[in-house]
């Protein structure tokens, strides 16, 4: 651009210049830049309405480089949504203006929608597997949704469980829809599952340890206790049973180890220990027999069993003994009838007694011989 001058000579034949002229020639820039607008489009979020993605306008210079061309753009947005709405429904009016070197513009105006009708986009919470006992309501436990992508302000987040809980004392599956609803209504959902199970033994308190006479049935929990209690933390029913281990002492007494256990629904078992001590305190029952002692045949040794009526013990066996086993004929000379004592002794060494009437009779005769 600027001031040319121009001198123009005139020559004739000879080659001669007898006369010259000068013309000013000015350069100017009066025609203003070409610019084509993007199309018109609709998008989205707010974000979206960068240029990089809705676009810029081509444009050119009768006389400027393109890269000596400044373009710049205005918006005018219009929320259609409301003033009050927080769904950011917008209509943005762009206008690029391109200057060249001399200041010459021009412009072209693009419509850009955003209208926002794609749902938020989340993780739901991973599948997970958890103790039938645990609140499945409480987020803590089970999760929130992550990773929550949105162009309008979230409005609502919920769930709704969908549960199958048909298995072994409440455990199942729960299908959880989770939804994200945006200020414009979109509703984005996402699943997940979780999974209850039951890997917990009930908790079972045996009876309280107890001691029963050894006559007694220890079979029989009237009499060694069967107020057992059981706790679990899904199951409502159990199948309760003992087993007992034997530790013998003195006849049928001992120790009765007895493990009792509790099985929930979903075959856990849980067990607990009753000691039980059988013990036996009763005498015997001394039952006696008088007897009479047949001395023909001289000197005799009593054995307890002859004078034994029938002796017996609440718990087992018992042993015999007499307080005398050797009688003879001088033994009765005085005292027609002895007294002695049958003493009965239980396995656990208990004892009792009782007396024995013991007479005499016969016994070979004295033959006295008269002097002549």
């Known amino acids: 651009l600027g001031t040319i001058v121009r001198t123009f000579f005139g020559t004739d034949d000879c080659g001669k210049i007898d006369s010259s002229c000068v013309q000013t020639i000015t350069i100017q820039d009066t025609t203003a830049p070409m610019i084509v607008c993007p199309l018109d489009t609709t998008v989205f979020c707010p974000s979206d309405a960068d240029t990089s993605i809705t676009g810029l306008p081509t444009f050119s210079d009768n006389c400027n480089a393109i890269e000596d061309l400044v373009l710049t753009f205005v918006d005018d947005t219009l929320n259609f949504g409301g003033e009050d709405s927080q769904c950011m429904s917008l209509l943005i009016t762009r ?115 107890t001691m029963i006479s050894c006559e007694l049935d220890p079979q029989d929990t009237t009499i060694t206790g069967g107020n057992f209690t059981v706790t679990d933390n899904c199951s409502a029913s159990f199948i309760v049973a003992f087993s007992d281990e034997f530790t013998a002492d003195c006849g049928i007494t001992g120790t009765i180890t007895r493990t009792w256990s509790a099985e929930d629904e979903c075959g856990n078992v849980g067990t607990a220990v009753q000691t039980i001590m059988v013990i036996d305190t009763t005498p015997p029952a001394a039952v006696c027999l ?83």
């Open 95 to 209: 206008t690029f203006i391109v200057e060249d070197l001399e200041g010459n513009t021009a412009s072209c105006t693009q419509e850009i929608t955003i209208d926002d009708t794609e749902a938020p986009v989340f993780t739901a919470p991973a599948d997970t597997t958890l103790d039938c006992s645990v609140n499945v309501d409480s987020l803590e436990i089970t999760g929130s949704p992550m990773d929550v992508l949105y162009c309008n302000p979230i409005a609502d987040t919920s769930y709704t469980d969908q549960a199958d809980l048909t298995g072994c004392g409440g455990t199942g599956n729960i299908i959880r829809t989770w939804m994200i609803t945006d200020a414009c209504g979109n509703v984005g959902t996402a699943t997940r599952v979780i999974t209850l199970i039951d890997t917990v033994a009930p908790v079972i308190v045996a009876p309280a340890d």
């Open 290 to 372: 008088d007897i009479t002692i047949d001395f023909n045949l001289g000197d005799v040794t009593l054995d307890p069993s002859q004078v034994d009526g029938g002796s017996t013990d609440n718990c087992g066996d018992v042993t015999l003994a007499l307080s005398q086993t050797e009688f003879g004929c001088l033994d009765f000379i005085n005292q027609p009838i002895q007294v002695v004592q049958l003493m009965v002794t239980d396995e656990c060494g208990n004892s009792s007694e009782c007396d024995v009437n013991v007479s005499g009779e016969g016994g070979a005769g004295l033959e006295l011989i008269c002097p002549g």
